[in-house]
């Protein structure tokens, strides 16, 4: 057509800009215009301006006006590289105009791809504060854009897997509305679990934040201390169906809520926790208690990832002594009766002499006495004796025998101790 012939020609215009959501929907407010793209009528539909064809450029504010010969069919279209043509959504305009017309509105909208990149945040104090010195990131580990909302990663759903520093990209998105999510191990707490995030055309985000920890460990063993030294040998025994529990308020009573496992079979245990100072204590089978460690109680200040292990508790048996003290009113050293209120005691420290801290018991109205609770072992046992009283028998002054746990000696039940002896003259 010889353009030049006014009378045989018509113009089609618009404005060529940027579909930042990619809606293809009429230009936005906010949407950028797009100068300097070249418009042209695609006679030979190559999808590009060749020789010959009509063709123009957008000017700065994104519009273009074309002149064409009237009564001709004409496929109008945009070059825009690397991006998506939106609006129109079949990408041209076909279109055969009368002499004289001027067909306005013509619009192309393009977008291109968006990018959203960030962080899986390793938050090792379960704080909430990421980036902390010390904290680095997770990976590898997966991370998805929940299309669905359903907080499970789908076969179809966007997935990336994080660097070592738990970084994370994910490239060539549609501009829209996504959820960045990971994909939490079932050994993780989750602090962040997702993101939500809009990106428009050509945007290029990097800021976003997921973050966990991974959830510490203390982890140890519950024996029986054979010989109640509170040093676990290698043939102490295990100790199963043990309480072992977190003391959160470190009172030294399981309370309701407190996490707790039970010792295995091989006595061997493993508490998940939370990061901070961390107490963990054992509740004592009745007739046992803990000779190990000190206190039985394993402080420890944990953060995400420890696992700390060698935990150990020793329990035993606890022993019971028991007797009769007599009153040998003529000093034969046989027994001419119970004798009650008197004072018996455990000598642990053989000096012969009651002292604060040993245990202590008053014979019944029928003289008997018995001591509880006593660590297995050897004890002595004696008779703190009233002024002008003197003792009779044993000949050592007191029984000597060696305790077993959870058993009370013979001697101190069958063999009656004659203790107490008539008053001096």
């Given at each position: 057509?010889?353009?030049?012939?006014?009378?045989?020609?018509?113009?089609?215009?618009?404005?060529?800009?940027?579909?930042?959501?990619?809606?293809?929907?009429?230009?936005?407010?906010?949407?950028?215009?797009?100068?300097?793209?070249?418009?042209?009528?695609?006679?030979?539909?190559?999808?590009?301006?060749?020789a010959g064809e009509a063709?123009?450029?957008?000017?700065?504010?994104?519009?273009?006006?074309?002149?064409?010969?009237?009564?001709?069919?004409?496929?109008?279209?945009?070059?825009?590289?690397?991006?998506?043509?939106?609006?129109?959504?079949?990408?041209?305009?076909?279109?055969?105009?009368?002499?004289?017309?001027?067909?306005?509105?013509?619009?192309?909208?393009?977008?291109?791809?968006?990018?959203?990149?960030?962080?899986?945040?390793?938050?090792?104090?379960?704080?909430?504060?990421?980036?902390?010195?010390?904290?680095?990131?997770?990976?590898?580990?997966?991370?998805?854009?929940?299309?669905?909302?359903?907080?499970?990663?789908?076969?179809?759903?966007?997935?990336?897997?994080?660097?070592?520093?738990?970084t994370f990209t994910f490239?060539?998105?549609?501009?829209?509305?996504?959820?960045?999510?990971?994909?939490?191990?079932?050994?993780?707490?989750?602090?962040?679990?997702?993101?939500?995030?809009?990106?428009?055309?050509?945007?290029?985000?990097?800021?976003?934040?997921?973050?966990?920890?991974?959830?510490?460990?203390?982890?140890?063993?519950?024996?029986?201390?054979?010989?109640?030294?509170?040093?676990?040998?290698?043939?102490?025994?295990?100790?199963?169906?043990?309480?072992?529990?977190?003391?959160?308020?470190?009172?030294?009573?399981?309370?309701?809520?407190?996490?707790?496992?039970?010792?295995?079979?091989?006595?061997?245990?493993?508490?998940?926790?939370?990061?901070?100072?961390?107490?963990?204590?054992?509740?004592?089978?009745?007739?046992?208690?803990?000779?190990?460690?000190?206190?039985?109680?394993?402080?420890?200040?944990?953060?995400?990832?420890?696992?700390?292990?060698?935990?150990?508790?020793?329990?035993?048996?606890?022993?019971?002594?028991?007797?009769?003290?007599?009153?040998?009113?003529?000093?034969?050293?046989?027994?001419?009766?119970?004798?009650?209120?008197?004072?018996?005691?455990?000598?642990?420290?053989?000096?012969?002499?009651?002292?604060?801290?040993?245990?202590?018991?008053?014979?019944?109205?029928?003289?008997?006495?018995?001591?509880?609770?006593?660590?297995?072992?050897?004890?002595?046992?004696?008779?703190?004796?009233?002024?002008?009283?003197?003792?009779?028998?044993?000949?050592?002054?007191?029984?000597?025998?060696?305790?077993?746990?959870?058993?009370?000696?013979?001697?101190a039940t069958s063999r009656?101790?004659?203790?107490?002896?008539?008053?001096?003259?």
């Amino acid at each position: 057509m010889d353009l030049g012939n006014q009378l045989n020609a018509a113009t089609v215009s618009g404005v060529v800009f940027d579909d930042a959501d990619a809606d293809g929907a009429a230009r936005e407010g906010g949407e950028a215009a797009r100068g300097g793209r070249v418009v042209y009528d695609d006679v030979n539909a190559s999808f590009g301006p060749d020789a010959g064809e009509a063709q123009t450029t957008s000017g700065a504010d994104g519009l273009y006006t074309l002149t064409l010969e009237a009564g001709v069919q004409h496929t109008i279209r945009v070059v825009e590289s690397g991006r998506t043509v939106s609006r129109p959504g079949a990408g041209e305009y076909v279109f055969t105009p009368a002499i004289g017309e001027v067909v306005a509105g013509r619009d192309f909208g393009s977008w291109a791809v968006a990018t959203i990149a960030g962080r899986w945040f390793d938050d090792r104090d379960g704080d909430g504060t990421l980036g902390e010195a010390g904290e680095g990131g997770h990976g590898p580990r997966i991370v998805y854009l929940d299309l669905d909302g359903n907080g499970t990663r789908g076969d179809d759903e966007p997935t990336a897997t994080t660097d070592p520093d738990g970084t994370f990209t994910f490239p060539g998105l549609t501009p829209g509305e996504y959820v960045v999510r990971a994909d939490l191990p079932a050994d993780h707490v989750c602090i962040v679990c997702s993101a939500p995030v809009t990106v428009r055309s050509d945007d290029d985000l990097s800021a976003v934040a997921v973050a966990s920890y991974e959830s510490p460990t203390i982890s140890g063993r519950v024996v029986v201390d054979a010989n109640a030294d509170g040093v676990i040998d290698a043939g102490d025994q295990p100790r199963a169906n043990v309480v072992v529990y977190v003391d959160g308020d470190d009172s030294g009573t399981k309370q309701d809520g407190e996490a707790s496992v039970t010792s295995a079979a091989d006595g061997s245990y493993s508490l998940t926790v939370t990061p901070g100072t961390r107490v963990a204590r054992i509740v004592n089978p009745t007739g046992f208690v803990c000779s190990h460690p000190a206190g039985c109680r394993h402080s420890d200040v944990l953060l995400g990832g420890d696992a700390l292990t060698s935990r150990d508790f020793a329990i035993h048996e606890t022993a019971t002594i028991a007797g009769v003290v007599h009153e040998d009113s003529d000093a034969d050293g046989d027994s001419d009766g119970p004798s009650a209120g008197r004072i018996v005691y455990v000598d642990l420290d053989g000096s012969g002499t009651r002292n604060d801290g040993e245990p202590t018991q008053t014979t019944a109205g029928d003289g008997s006495y018995g001591f509880a609770g006593l660590r297995p072992g050897t004890h002595t046992v004696r008779v703190d004796l009233a002024d002008g009283w003197t003792l009779s028998a044993p000949a050592a002054g007191g029984h000597t025998r060696r305790s077993r746990a959870g058993r009370a000696p013979r001697v101190a039940t069958s063999r009656r101790g004659r203790s107490a002896g008539s008053p001096a003259p």
